[in-house]
Structures are given as C-alpha cells and as structure tokens.
C-alpha cells in the first residue's frame, strides 16, 4: 500500500468490508469500486492524486482483496455487490457519495444509482460493462441473442487463467498468466505500470470457486454450448440476470461521466472476451454467423442507454482517451483525473 494511505476492515449489516482511506481527508465522499479480478489497491494512485476538498474511499467487494468471500447470488445481477456498497455507506454514515466504477465496478454503481438515486451524488463510469450484461446479446436493446443466455456466464472463463489465479501464479511465461493478462488486456502494451507487482497480488486476492469468481456454468443447444448458471461472479453479468437500462427512469437524476478507453479489448464492440466476436474472426470453431450469433455491441449499447438518460432530463458526458486500453486511470492518468475533478465540481 502506498504512504497515505490506510485500510481498516469494517463491520456491516451483511459482512465485513475492508475500505482504503487516504490520511487525514475530509469533505464529500468519492467511492471508488473496482472491477472483476482486481481490487481497490488499483485505485491507489487516483486517490492520492484526488485535490484534498475531496474525501476518497475504495472498497473491496466481496471476494476480492481483504473483503470477507461471501457467495454471489447471481440471480440478483449485480444486486449483491451493490447492496455491499450501501451497506458500507450506511456504516460509514455518508452523505449522498460520488461513485466511481470501473469495469464490473461500473455495472455496480449503476445498480446502485437504479436502486438509491437519492443517494447519489454524482456517478462516473469507468470502461463499465455494457448495462445489458457481457455476452449473449445483440443490438443496441440487448435482445438476447438465445433464451437461456447462450455465449454469457462462468463457463465462458478460460480454465487455464481460473487454474493460474487460484494457484497463485505469479509467473510471466504464459500469456493466460494473471501479470500478462495485466499487460497484456488490463492497460495498453507497452505499459508497465510502477505498481504492477501490487497490482497483481490485487488480482491473486480474487476468490476462485462456484460461489465466486468465476461461478457455475450450464450447456446450452445454441452456440457456443454454454449458458450461464446462478451462483458466482460472472453469472452476475449474464443478460438472463442482469438489465440496467432503466436508468432514463430514476429520480433524481445525478450527472454522469463515462471515461472510457479508446483501445479497451475486454470492454468493447470487439471484445476479445467475446465468444461471439472471437468466433466472427475465426478464434472459436463453429460460429454460426452474423446474422445468427453477433458480436455484442458493448461500447454502443453503454451510449444508447446513456442517450436515453439524456433525453429523460439526465446529462452525461462521453470522455474516449486514445492510448488507453481498459484501465484509463493507469494509462493516462493525468487526463483520467482532470476529467474526474472536472465532473466532480460541476456536479
């Protein structure tokens, strides 16, 4: 952990909660939530960096860094994360917060301003995923592309990357291994970020079994064979689970900043984590074809709910950073944080 910063473990009405706090802030609250297979250690530097009228938190959800590894009921979504969240709101006794969310983060704080506009200061998403889930859907609606959610949940994670988190791999001789998927998909090649070794034992913290991360999978008679289950963190993130484009619904309506970076490869409309895209370009046999089986348009669907927000009395600002893959705030971090600062004082 970095000089200023501090972590304590906090008991909630559901678990205990580890927070990172930077010394001696006060002022309005900005809530940091990381996203899948990582932890609020990667937010260490964007706190630090945040002007001194600003108080900054960073969570750690459940299963992932020192959060207590409760299971993940995916028939929620992303309900489970997010009820964590207000629960660490409520212990911590917080005014309405500025959430921050990257990536799952992203899809976290979204069902928490769905549930809890009132609670909301301001939000800002960070490369989140697409409001209709990863995996399964087409169109700028997220009609699903099968009925059971083909294509979507935790039988689409790589065996060989589940094997390497939950046996510690710390190594650099595989590309399926935690540090080069780091950087390799997390930021933009050639980056090595200072903090790498951290932040790769931020993504060793992760908790690998059916009730977390990845989850439980089924078969399915549509392409690829895979549908999602029920339990564990991927499922959350199924289109059969998970919907939040009833944004343009809530009230109030806090502003919204949605950071992404331009060359993102896991959050994208060719996501390489997209068994539908890697079978539009030859990765995974038997792709039935564009008409059958699309590439889900993540990047567009994010806008076309955001425009939707717009329309319904809610304003949003698009900020897309070229030379940033998935992590903005570690690729460009200077233009990251004016952006963030920028949004948070208009807010």
Known sequence: MLPGLTARRVPTA??????????????????????????????????????????????????????????????????????D??????????PPVHLVGWSMGGGVVMRYLLDRPAAVASLTLVNPV??????????????LVAPDGAGSGGGTANPDFVSRLAGGDRGEDSPLS??????????????????????????LSTVVGDDNYP????TSDTWPGIAPGDRGVLNTMAPTHLRLDGLSEVDPKPPVLWIRGVDD?????????DLAYL????????WPGMDACPPQPMVAQTRSVLDRYADAGGRYQEV????????????????????????????
Not at 54 to 69: K, Q, S
Not at 215 to 218: A, F, I, L, Q
């Open 14 to 83: 559901g678990l205990t909660v580890n927070v990172l706090e930077v010394d001696g802030r006060s002022g309005p609250p900005v809530l940091f939530v990381h996203g899948n297979v990582s932890s609020s250690l990667f937010w260490q530097p964007t706190m630090l960096a945040l002007p001194r009228r600003y108080r900054p938190l960073a969570l750690d959800l459940r299963g992932f860094g020192d959060t207590d590894a409760a299971p993940v009921d995916a028939t929620r979504g992303l309900r489970d994360f997010a009820d």
């Open 85 to 94: 969240v207000a629960a660490l709101v409520q212990a911590l006794d917080l």
């Open 130 to 143: 697409s409001p209709y889930g990863f995996g399964g859907t087409r169109g700028l609606d997220g009609v």
């Open 178 to 203: 935690p540090r080069q998927v780091l950087l390799a998909h997390y930021v933009k090649p050639p980056l090595v970020p200072d903090l790498v070794d951290v932040y790769v034992e931020s993504m």
């Open 215 to 218: 989850g439980t999978g089924g």
């Open 265 to 273: 490869v896991i959050v994208s409309d060719t996501s390489l984590y």
């Open 279 to 286: 079978g539009s370009i030859g990765a995974v046999p038997g």
């Open 320 to 347: 897309a950073l070229a030379d940033a893959a998935h992590s903005p705030h570690l690729d460009r971090p200077e233009e990251f944080l004016a952006a963030l600062v920028d949004h948070l004082d208009g807010a």
